[in-house]
């Protein structure tokens, strides 16, 4: 699918939608900005030897406005570390789209929130201490250009539908290939949460994806678990990889939260090879830790990790963090 279909597809989003806006004379347009910071301190303990760090992994700085009962838009700049080259923090445009929604109907188009690894993210609701595993592991970006479009046929049964450009927002315009995805997800009672993903992109060799998700949830407990598959990472013939995530938040109060998450990510051998494609990068994670809550606004995350490579030549690294999210 080439990438002149997804503009027209876009503006013709637009218009289909824009005309069938009912206008209202009870409605006062307005907005206000938006920040939102993730930092933290951590300490890397491999081989005896200690490695201290101090980052602002991101700064999310923007605007959200409601035009319309119907109508938002919303921009953000991401400010973070590229980490490539000297470069010490660069900013990129994050968001930049307009969304109608009306009833059980939602459709968003521009720079948009990508739809694969949404829920499990919000479920998930700690962002600032690590990505969920898809966006972890780059299975997609977390934001792109493109639409979605997301009707909800009853309170237990919901589909999406996106076609974006593939290859995120830091990368607009590098091949001519875009990525539609279809996505279900159900609340057949009301604390279970099930979700499921396909993508595709590519041509002669395609890059394929499916995301499975399944969490219970309830005002003090979350337990959840996604599996994983993408074949022909980067449309490259035999770069497959997968895995899986469980995660578990308990929260006795308002102020505390505890958290522990386990990871497992693989990947398979090219034909006649004997070893993963990518070994190096192969392995499990396991975190846990607490989080505060001490004002509005401000969340600090004290926690503990072991990165275990699939890689027995490779030493394991522990890690010490305390994160920060400050949001206002």
């Not at 991101?58 to 938002?72: D, M, P, Q």
């Not at 308990?250 to 998450?261: A, C, E, Q, W």
């Amino acid at each position: 699918m080439k990438k002149p279909i997804l503009l027209w597809l876009l503006v013709s989003g637009f218009f289909a939608i824009a005309f069938g806006q009912n206008e209202t004379n009870d409605f006062k347009p307005h907005g206000k900005p938006l920040a939102l910071i993730f930092t933290n301190f951590n300490t890397a303990f491999t081989d005896g030897e200690t490695h201290p760090n101090f980052e602002i992994t991101r700064a999310y700085l923007g605007y959200e406005y409601n035009l319309s009962k119907e109508f938002y838009a919303k921009i953000i700049l991401d400010v973070g570390d590229p980490k490539v080259g000297g470069l010490q923090m660069t900013a990129y445009l994050k968001n930049a789209y307009v969304e109608y929604s009306k009833n059980n109907f939602t459709a968003s188009f521009g720079m948009i929130s990508t739809t694969q690894f949404k829920v499990s993210e919000k479920i998930w609701g700690l962002r600032y201490i690590e990505k969920s595993f898809q966006d972890a592991y780059r299975f997609n970006s977390s934001a792109d250009l493109g639409f979605n479009i997301d009707y909800r046929f009853a309170d237990f049964l919901s589909a999406d539908f996106s076609v974006i450009n593939g290859e995120g927002y830091k990368l607009l315009q590098n091949d001519d290939y875009v990525r539609p995805g279809f996505g279900i997800t159900l609340n057949p009672v009301k604390k279970i949460t099930a979700r499921l993903f396909a993508d595709t992109m590519g041509d002669t060799v395609k890059q394929q994806s499916l995301a499975t998700f399944l969490a219970y949830k309830d005002k003090k407990l979350v337990l959840a678990a996604e599996y994983n598959y993408q074949t022909n990472y980067s449309m490259k013939d035999g770069q497959d990889i997968y895995g899986t995530s469980f995660y578990a938040t308990f929260s006795p109060n308002n102020k505390i939260l505890l958290f522990g998450r386990f990871d497992d990510l693989k990947s398979k051998a090219l034909k006649g090879k004997s070893l993963p494609w990518q070994l190096s990068k192969d392995g499990r994670l396991i975190m846990a830790g607490i989080e505060f809550n001490p004002v509005k606004g401000v969340k600090v995350a004290p926690n503990f990790r072991y990165w275990s490579p699939a890689d027995d030549t490779m030493p394991g690294t522990s890690f010490a963090y305390l994160n920060l999210e400050l949001k206002f």
